[in-house]
Antibody
Framework: EVQLLGSGGGLVQPGGSLRLSCAASGFTFSSYAMSWVRQAPGKGLEWVSAITGSGGSTYYTDSVKGRCTISRDNSKNTLYLQMNSLRAEDTALYYC???????????WGQGTLVTVSS | EIVLTQSPATLSLSPGERATLSCRASQSVRNYLAWYQQKPGQAPRLLIYDASNRATGVPARFSGSGSGTDFTLTISSLEPEDFALYYCQQRSNWPPLTFGGGTKVEIK
């Protein structure tokens, strides 16, 4: 069974930093691209970032470019999102999701909540 | 960036009724469109991919159709567990991968 367990969320002040983690199990982690998708309270889904299985290519939505870095450690089956210069509008539930090779999200974690507030 | 517009925002129906949800793209996405279901407090679940293919384990009452810019998700006969939020997502032209704003299917 595919499992994605996100962690690392919390309350942070504007301008602060946070690193999210997602521990994967139940599949060959290095064979899949992975992604972060966020959902602001009461709002819809927004794709944030993606990384190929090898980690060689990364992609970002414009609003986080230059502030966030996606990475992965295939030896630890773990996905990361380093978030810097956080803003109030980054407040959301952050889901890690497996990206099927058709570029759809076929498995999702439970989400980790990031709150940016002073 | 391809913008996906879902309508209606809310659909009020009774169990057993047919639900028809729409997703319109700002430019052609060919058939590269998926539908997700999200229940309160849960992560989304992939229902339909490539416009009309059901994901593993998805009941046959869910069907998708369309191509180009206009897509439809149909639930042939609503079960109590189908009352939820539904999102479409395109992968035709990325980054970014984009989602629609969602349609809430609520009990009338």
């Amino acid at each position: 069974e595919v499992q994605l367990l996100g962690s690392g969320g919390g309350l942070v002040q504007p301008g602060g930093s946070l690193r999210l983690s997602c521990a994967a199990s139940g599949f060959t982690f290095s064979s899949y691209a992975m992604s972060w998708v966020r959902q602001a309270p009461g709002k819809g889904l927004e794709w944030v970032s993606a990384i190929t299985g090898s980690g060689g290519s990364t992609y970002y939505t414009d609003s986080v470019k230059g502030r966030c870095t996606i990475s992965r450690d295939n030896s630890k089956n773990t996905l990361y999102l380093q978030m810097n210069s956080l803003r109030a509008e980054d407040t959301a539930l952050y889901y890690c999701a497996r990206l099927w090779d058709k570029l759809y999200f076929d498995n999702w974690g439970q989400g980790t909540l990031v709150t940016v507030s002073s | 960036e391809i913008v996906l517009t879902q309508s209606p925002a809310t659909l009020s129906l009774s169990p057993g009724e047919r639900a028809t949800l729409s997703c319109r793209a700002s430019q052609s996405v060919r058939n590269y469109l998926a539908w997700y279901q999200q229940k309160p407090g849960q992560a989304p679940r992939l229902l339909i991919y490539d416009a009309s293919n059901r994901a593993t384990g998805v009941p046959a009452r869910f069907s998708g159709s369309g191509s180009g810019t206009d897509f439809t998700l149909t639930i042939s006969s609503l079960e109590p567990e189908d009352f939820a939020l539904y999102y479409c997502q395109q992968r035709s032209n990325w980054p970014p991968l984009t989602f629609g704003g969602g349609t809430k299917v609520e009990i009338k």
